[in-house]
């Protein structure tokens, strides 16, 4: 069965630009979320989506959205980008939505540089 | 301001020796989980906790939950360098969804 996918892989882009990260989860699994890890320290949450509704929100600011598909994968957008959104960031899915009993499948990460 | 303290940050052993790594926080959690990730991929489930001075084990590897829920240590016995890597922990609370992490420890085993 195929992972979590991300895309795209990398992605360069100039502050204030926009960008869409895009995450398909496990088959079969209906809860994904989205990390933000910036180097040398450990993921930041920003967001849980569970049957296409938004179930929790990290400390982002407005800049940050994310939807959930009928099909369950979803989409992070950074609006007006700024250098400190340079960052790997991570989808993860998992059947369920509480993370303590449903374990997360992380996806490799897109690496996003804002120059 | 970081709730997980994970120490050391970062470790370099040999081969064949022993090692114990540490997550602590003053809050209490419902759940902690501890990670490896290698360069390039993402964080992989190694083991979930949820009871107060649980202990479990993977091969190797020993992870103990503290008796107040506020901490975790995993110990590694005879560190082979296939354990290279950086291990995260992290602890969810009952009041949401979300998981909050530790900056992880870089541990490199040398052969």
Do not use: M
């Amino acid at each position: 069965d195929a992972g979590v996918t991300q895309s795209p892989t990398h992605l360069i882009k100039t502050r204030g630009q926009q960008v869409t990260l895009r995450c398909s989860p496990i088959s079969g699994h209906k809860s994904v979320s989205w990390y933000q890890q910036v180097l040398g320290q450990g993921p930041q949450f920003i967001f849980q989506y569970y049957e296409k509704e938004e179930r929790g929100r990290g400390n982002f600011p407005d800049r940050f959205s994310a939807r959930q598909f009928p099909n369950y994968s979803s989409e992070l957008n950074v609006n007006a980008l700024l250098l400190g959104d340079s960052a790997l960031y991570l989808c993860a899915s998992s059947r369920g939505a509480w993370t303590g009993s449903y374990e997360q499948y992380f996806g490799p990460g897109t690496r996003l540089t804002v120059t | 301001t970081q709730l997980l303290e994970q120490s050391p940050q970062f470790l370099s052993i040999q081969e064949g020796e022993n090692l114990t790594v540490y997550c602590n926080s003053s809050s209490v959690f419902s759940s902690l989980q501890w990670y490896r990730q290698e360069p390039g991929e993402g964080p992989v489930l190694l083991v979930t906790v949820v009871t107060g001075g649980e202990v479990k084990k993977l091969k190797r590897l020993t992870f103990q939950f503290g008796d107040a829920r506020k901490d975790s240590s995993l110990h590694i016995t005879a560190a082979q360098t296939g354990d290279t890597g950086l291990y995260l922990c992290a602890g969810e609370r009952d009041s949401n969804y979300q998981l909050i992490w530790g900056a992880g420890t870089k541990l490199i085993i040398k052969p």
